[in-house]
């Protein structure tokens, strides 16, 4: 394998450990981190390098807490890929399943409290399914992707880096891709009509992360919440 198929995965690693909430571990884990970043190239790597200069010279608690006010209460910074796709549609509950079905199926198992569609969980599936594969998942919701990298540089956020070297890993935006961002951007998620109701499984159809969310405990890959 090529040293530039391994430094894609490597960094899909790093970005999804760095779009988890921070827990006590992350310090332990920056010099790592600091590796894959390193192997990377540049248009992936410098942005990792510079959040991660962030998170060492930012003391946790408050790291966690930016972490909170960005991805908790910002309406248009949303880590829940499917949302931007689907809103809170019974299409979205699909989704959701069929994800969940193709990361069992890859060996990556989520514990009960996460979502298959948290951009920390695609980047970890796509580090252990390979390139290929991670690049067609992140390519199917690259709209997604893209309105969240621009919504975390308008708001001035650090993990606008992070944004900025998962969008480096993958190719450059085509002519129906930039029109899809617009589109996003302009007229925001689907809405379900009324009266319909979803046809997936109640577990598969959580609520709008623009509304008020519980804060879950932090998760064993990483402290996603």
């Known amino acids: 394998m090529s040293r530039a198929a391994v430094a894609v995965p490597l960094a899909w690693q790093a970005q999804s450990v760095l779009l988890s909430y921070p827990d006590e ?8 981190l600091r ?13 990792l390098h510079r959040f991660l200069d962030h998170a060492a010279r930012t003391p946790l608690p ?3 807490a930016d972490y909170v006010a960005t991805f908790d209460h910002r309406k248009r910074c949303c880590l829940f890929l499917t949302y931007y ?12 399943l069929r994800l969940k079905q193709s990361y069992t199926a890859a060996g990556l198992r989520l514990t009960d409290d996460e ?4 951009l920390a969980v695609v980047l970890e599936f796509g580090s252990i399914a390979g390139p290929d594969a991670g690049k067609d998942l992140l390519r199917q919701h690259r709209a997604g ?15 606008a880096d992070v944004l900025a070297s998962v969008s480096a890993t993958l190719p450059p935006l085509r002519g129906e891709e930039r029109q899809a ?23 598969y159809m959580p609520p709008s992360p623009y509304a008020p969310q519980p804060l879950l405990s932090p998760q064993p890959r990483g402290g996603r919440r």
């Open 181 to 203: 961002v617009a589109r996003l951007a302009a007229q925001g998620p689907p809405e379900e009509q009324v009266g319909l109701e979803p046809f997936a499984p109640p577990e």
């Open 145 to 159: 992707v893209e309105l969240l990298r621009l919504a975390l540089a308008e708001a001035g956020s650090p993990w």
């Open 85 to 96: 796709a689907y809103g809170d549609t019974r299409k979205r509950g699909l989704a959701l």
């Open 35 to 47: 590796r894959a970043a390193s192997a990377a190239r540049p248009p992936v790597g410098r942005p």
């Open 115 to 118: 979502l298959p569609d948290h």
């Open 25 to 32: 571990e992350l310090p332990g884990r920056l010099s790592v």
């Open 62 to 64: 408050d790291l966690a």
